[in-house]
């Protein structure tokens, strides 16, 4: 059965999954918040963040919201995170949303200040929704090839998850189903830091056992910060933990390493940012990241120092040294 989909944020994540739906035969419509952008998309179906790329001839483009949402009882949102809760604002306020419309999130991020998940704003701005969250490790740049993905279909009621499973799934893009709402946004969301963290210890030189260390003891974290919350152990052991971690420590493609790079190669916050094309959505969560774990009263000192390399200005290698300095527990220590 083919759907009628509107998909919020033309990105390179929302323009890909646009592009994948309408070649299944949904009827999309894209909402690009920028008219000139939109304008320049409607006209020649590519993007220049991604060049793979070439939109589907039957995905509509339009700045438009209500137009975007019309007669559309399925909702994609792919903005940024800090954007999330405004546009579901303009989406609740345009008055033509379906009643229950099933609502699908593929933004990875807290929003600041709250520390609350997309699915968590979803609720609160759009009552009735049916929420489902689709993640794992899947870069836009080889899903827009074709390249073969696995990801993760998550939701409260299991049926919902089934049907994003039916929208979406194709030759090349496989979805497995599962109930874990906090586990699967929670991984997807607190990999970015530790991505950030993998690319500083590229730019300053560092090798395969940092990085596999940074990475083991970020999951590490993760699944206790998420586990505290009423996330499943397990979850993070999956693609949305696990899987998403490695792809977005270790690919050429990842915009967070990419950043962390820069500045461990000694660049400035504030200059590696402004030489980003792409968001890079752990410089966003590690404040709420970081303000999360402190409520939980969980030690998690490498979101702890990616903060402060973030936000305070502190040296990369001396954030090196005091993880390294830190009191050496027994591996398990801090699980209660």
Same mark, same amino acid.
């Given at each position: 059965?083919?759907?009628?989909? %509107?998909?919020?944020?033309? /990105?390179?994540? /929302? #323009?890909?999954?646009?592009?994948?739906?309408?070649?299944?035969?949904?009827?999309?419509?894209?909402?690009?918040?920028?008219?000139?952008?939109?304008?320049?998309?409607?006209? =020649?179906?590519?993007?220049?963040?991604?060049?793979?790329?070439?939109?589907?001839?039957?995905?509509? +483009?339009?700045?438009?919201? =209500?137009?975007?949402?019309?007669? *559309? &009882?399925?909702?994609?949102?792919?903005?940024?995170?800090? $954007?999330?809760?405004?546009?579901?604002?303009?989406?609740?306020?345009?008055?033509?949303?379906?009643?229950? &419309?099933?609502? @699908?999130?593929?933004?990875?991020?807290?929003?600041?200040?709250?520390?609350?998940?997309?699915?968590?704003?979803? #609720?609160?701005?759009?009552?009735?929704?049916?929420?489902?969250?689709?993640?794992?490790?899947?870069?836009?740049?080889?899903?827009?090839?074709?390249? &073969?993905?696995?990801? +993760?279909?998550?939701?409260?009621?299991? #049926?919902?998850?089934?049907?994003?499973?039916?929208? $979406?799934?194709?030759?090349?893009?496989?979805?497995?189903?599962?109930?874990?709402?906090?586990?699967?946004?929670?991984?997807?969301?607190?990999?970015?830091?530790? %991505?950030? %963290? *993998?690319?500083?210890?590229?730019?300053?030189?560092?090798?395969?056992?940092?990085? #596999?260390?940074?990475?083991?003891?970020?999951?590490?974290?993760?699944?206790? @910060?998420?586990?505290?919350?009423?996330?499943?152990?397990?979850?993070?052991?999956?693609? =949305?933990?696990?899987?998403?971690?490695?792809?977005?420590?270790?690919?050429?493609?990842?915009?967070?390493?990419?950043? /962390?790079?820069?500045?461990?190669?000694?660049?400035?916050?504030?200059?590696?940012?402004?030489?980003?094309?792409?968001? %890079?959505? /752990?410089?966003? =969560?590690? !404040?709420?990241? $970081?303000?999360?774990?402190?409520?939980?009263?969980?030690?998690?000192?490498? @979101?702890?120092?990616?903060?402060?390399?973030?936000?305070?200005?502190?040296? !990369?290698?001396?954030?090196? @040294?005091?993880?390294?300095?830190?009191?050496? !527990?027994?591996?398990?220590?801090?699980?209660?």
């Amino acid at each position: 059965m083919t759907e009628r989909i %509107a998909v919020l944020g033309a /990105g390179s994540w /929302g #323009a890909t999954l646009a592009n994948l739906l309408a070649e299944k035969g949904h009827s999309v419509n894209l909402w690009e918040f920028d008219s000139n952008a939109a304008d320049r998309l409607r006209k =020649t179906r590519r993007l220049s963040i991604i060049p793979d790329l070439n939109l589907h001839k039957n995905v509509l +483009v339009s700045s438009d919201i =209500t137009e975007v949402l019309k007669g *559309c &009882p399925v909702i994609l949102s792919a903005t940024p995170s800090e $954007f999330v809760r405004s546009t579901l604002k303009k989406a609740a306020a345009s008055k033509v949303l379906h009643a229950g &419309p099933v609502f @699908i999130s593929v933004t990875k991020g807290l929003e600041s200040g709250s520390m609350k998940r997309m699915s968590e704003i979803a #609720a609160e701005e759009i009552p009735g929704a049916r929420i489902a969250v689709l993640s794992g490790p899947s870069h836009a740049e080889e899903v827009c090839l074709k390249l &073969p993905t696995a990801v +993760v279909a998550a939701a409260a009621d299991i #049926a919902v998850a089934e049907k994003v499973r039916e929208i $979406f799934s194709s030759n090349y893009f496989r979805i497995y189903t599962q109930h874990d709402l906090i586990g699967v946004e929670l991984g997807g969301t607190l990999k970015n830091i530790y %991505a950030i %963290a *993998c690319g500083i210890s590229d730019g300053l030189g560092f090798g395969d056992n940092t990085k #596999a260390a940074i990475m083991t003891r970020g999951l590490n974290e993760m699944a206790r @910060i998420g586990y505290k919350l009423g996330g499943e152990l397990k979850t993070f052991f999956g693609l =949305t933990g696990m899987g998403d971690l490695i792809v977005t420590c270790l690919s050429r493609h990842s915009r967070n390493r990419a950043l /962390g790079e820069k500045i461990g190669k000694g660049k400035s916050v504030a200059q590696a940012l402004s030489e980003m094309t792409m968001v %890079a959505e /752990g410089y966003k =969560t590690a !404040p709420p990241a $970081f303000h999360l774990a402190e409520r939980l009263n969980i030690d998690a000192p490498l @979101i702890r120092e990616a903060h402060l390399i973030l936000y305070d200005g502190k040296n !990369p290698k001396q954030s090196l @040294i005091d993880l390294m300095a830190r009191e050496m !527990p027994g591996e398990w220590q801090n699980w209660k």
